[in-house]
């Protein structure tokens, strides 16, 4: 079956532009999370969502939002970005105790 | 809050030697571990889960971890470790009650085994 697929892979943008990510999860999935992995703070959880509604939310702030289609696909928006933005972004389709992730959206911000 | 503890930042190891990666955990309830692998510019790839039953859960690759409750341990372990497993190691809880969607991760632990 197909996995958890990020687009884009690679992405640098400027500061003060923003930027959107999209994940598209696991047929038959309907949450989706979003992780962001920086070497200093390690993996650090977003927000997640579960049909189309956002469950949970992590520690960032309102620069960071994201939402669900009706077909379970998801995008993360960071608007403003900051030098600090630069990372890896993950998400991860989930199914009941099942956590698959996709092979995440490096962003660099310049 | 949950909170997963993973003190080793590095794991060096001789290749056909045994492995250990550990990992101590803090939850209110019955906890739902995860380990995880990443090589270089990769995302995170499923080893095991321990959710109920045996303590001993066997994964992928060989891989296999020991839930002790008692401990709040769930230490990764191989009996023979490969040049290819060096990689990065995340062990993982799933929240509770408002935060059963998301997982909460361990800093990781870079394992490195040489010829």
């Known amino acids: 079956k197909a996995g958890v697929t990020q687009t884009p892979r690679y992405l640098i943008k400027t500061r003060g532009q923003q930027v959107t990510l999209s994940c598209s999860p696991i047929?038959?999935?309907?949450?989706v999370s979003w992780y962001q992995q920086t070497p200093g703070q390690g993996l650090q959880f977003l927000f997640e969502y579960f049909s189309e509604t956002q469950r949970n939310k992590g520690n960032f702030p309102g620069r960071f939002s994201g939402r669900q289609f009706s077909n379970s696909r998801s995008e993360m928006n960071v608007s403003t970005l900051e030098l600090g933005d630069s990372a890896l972004y993950l998400c991860a389709s989930s199914l009941g105790e099942d956590y698959t992730f996709g092979s995440g959206t490096r962003l660099t911000v310049v | 809050a949950q909170s997963v503890a993973q003190p080793e930042d590095q794991v060096n190891v001789a290749e056909g030697n045994p492995l250990t990666v550990k990992c101590t955990y803090s939850v209110s309830g019955n906890p739902y571990l995860f380990w995880y692998v990443q090589y270089p510019n990769r995302g995170l790839q499923f080893l095991l889960k321990?959710?109920?039953?045996?303590?001993l859960v066997k994964g992928s690759y060989g891989f296999e971890a020991e839930f002790n409750k008692s401990q709040t341990s769930f230490h990764l372990k191989k009996p023979s470790a490969l040049v290819s497993d060096s990689a990065l190691y995340f062990c993982?809880?799933?929240?509770?009650?408002?935060?059963?969607?998301?997982?909460?991760f361990g800093k990781g632990t870079k394992l490195s085994v040489k010829p």
């Open positions: 993982a809880v799933r929240g509770s009650g408002g935060s059963q969607g998301n997982l909460i």
């Open positions: 321990y959710i109920t039953g045996d303590n």
């Open positions: 047929s038959g999935h309907r949450s």
